[in-house]
Structures are given as C-alpha cells and as structure tokens.
C-alpha cells in the first residue's frame, strides 16, 4: 500500500526542505509520490493503479500520496497547481514532476526511464 506522508516523515524519508537548498533525496529506493486531494475525481482513478504498483513492485522502490488539503505546505513546496500530479524520484537524479492522471503504462514507462526500475 502506498504510504501517507506528513510534513515530517517527508523530511526524513524524502527530502528536508527546510534545511537544504539543494536537492538532496534521502531515501534508500526510487519512489513516486502521488499529491492528491479526496475530492478529486482523477485522483480516485489513480488509487487502485498505484496500489497494484506498490504491491508489483514491493521492496523495488516506494509509493508515497501527500493529501494536498492536509499539507498545503508540501504542496506549495512543489509548486502544485494541480491534481492529482506525480514526482518521480529518481536516486541519484533530480526529480520529474508529471500532472494529470497518467495510465498504468504511463506510470510503469516512466519508472524505467526516469527511476530505472523494471
């Protein structure tokens, strides 16, 4: 199941914007992070997708969703102006934000190319 993320357990699983400038990864496989929002309907399409990835691909890289109306900082953070959006979070590379309800196919092409995950 993908994990629910706080201002807090970001900082220490993802990334610690408070006190780096500069990107800085801080966790141990690639991950996608899924910002959503309960109300919205594209963002409900893409919930069981990513539940089957994070299943599919247990122990490969991690599924994390920060609700933006919870944490509107991590949102404005990222500049999200929409939802639901993506950040792939490549390990040794900057991240890539995709918006929009990506297809299952989408989603599985861009954690090869952008997370080198198969």
Do not use: R
């Amino acid at each position: 199941m993908p994990e629910h993320l706080t201002k807090e357990t970001f900082k220490n699983k993802v990334f610690d914007f408070e006190n780096n400038s500069e990107w800085k990864y801080e966790g141990d496989l690639p991950a996608i992070i899924d910002f959503y929002a309960d109300w919205c309907g594209p963002c409900k399409m893409v919930e069981p997708v990513l539940e089957e990835l994070s299943e599919e691909y247990d122990g490969k890289m991690h599924i994390y969703k920060i609700d933006t109306d919870a944490e509107q900082e991590l949102a404005a953070a990222f500049g999200i102006q929409s939802i639901p959006s993506m950040l792939f979070i490549p390990l040794e590379d900057k991240p890539q934000m995709a918006m929009g309800a990506l297809p299952k196919d989408t989603i599985k092409k861009a954690m090869k190319d952008v997370l080198a995950v198969e």
